[in-house]
T-cell receptor, first 113, second 114 residues
Framework: QQQVKQSPQSLIVQKGGISIINCAYE??????FPWYQQFPGKGPALLIAIRPDVSEKKEGRFTISFNKSAKQFSLHIMDSQPGDSATYFC????????????FGSGTQLTVLP | NAGVTQTPKFRVLKTGQSMTLLCAQD?????MYWYRQDPGMGLRLIHYSVGEGTTAKGEVPDGYNVSRLKKQNFLLGLESAAPSQTSVYFC?????????????FGQGTRLTVV
């Protein structure tokens, strides 16, 4: 049972373009939605996160858009750079579950120079 | 500040052998987790702990056991390794009192069972 569905599986973007990764969740108890970035050979690291009381959060070139009624959220990377090439995971957690993270399947982003 | 440290980084096991993966964190976090990462499947939770002396099952606990004898350490054991346990294993920890549940991950252990 995949509670967080992520798409696309892979994404190729030109330098300076916008990268968009989408996720959908099923469990309405989720109240925390982070995005993790993972480089080859490294562990995932928190990139940006949002709680359901806001519809958008921006940190630099990274923006999360959140649609509570549709149970969807997305990551937008503006002005994508080759250094952004990595695997991105969306995730979700609920306060009442020891804050276990349920991850999407990941998106491998390649930004071409 | 080391954060989350996993030992070993690589291991090859024969089917039926046993081993223990060690995770240590120096951030005084209450919560610790073990995940496995497989291609196309993201990270799946194996076991977790909400404090010293407590453990609980995650999404894929079969074939694994864990122990949390000290707050800073979380051990993952494979009693009889199987090829299906070939994976990259990640340990993570988080601070329970934070509403923003940032989990800090180790660098992973790549395990191959032949």
């Amino acid at each position: 049972q995949q509670q967080v569905k992520q798409s696309p599986q892979s994404l190729i973007v030109q330098k300076g373009g916008i990268s968009i990764i989408n996720c959908a969740y099923e469990n309405t108890a989720f109240d925390y939605f982070p995005w993790y970035q993972q480089f080859p050979g490294k562990g995932p690291a928190l990139l940006i996160a949002i709680r359901p009381d806001v519809s958008e959060k921006k940190e630099g070139r990274f923006t999360i858009s959140f649609n509570k009624s549709a149970k969807q959220f997305s990551l937008h990377i503006m002005d994508s750079q080759p250094g952004d090439s990595a695997t991105y995971f969306c995730a979700a957690a609920s306060s009442g579950s020891a804050r276990q993270l349920t991850f999407g399947s990941g998106t491998q982003l390649t930004v071409l120079p | 500040n080391a954060g989350v440290t996993q030992t070993p980084k690589f291991r090859v096991l024969k089917t039926g052998q046993s081993m223990t993966l060690l995770c240590a964190q120096d951030m005084n976090h209450e919560y610790m987790y073990w995940y496995r990462q497989d291609p196309g499947m993201g990270l799946r939770l194996i076991h977790y702990s909400v404090g010293e002396g407590t453990t609980a099952k995650g999404e894929v606990p079969d074939g694994y056991n864990v122990s949390r004898l000290k707050k800073q350490n979380f051990l993952l054991g494979l009693e009889s390794a199987a090829p299906s346990q070939t994976s990259v294993y990640f340990c993570a920890s988080s601070f329970s009192r934070s509403l923003n549940t940032e989990a800090f991950f180790g660098q992973g252990t790549r395990l191959t069972v032949v």
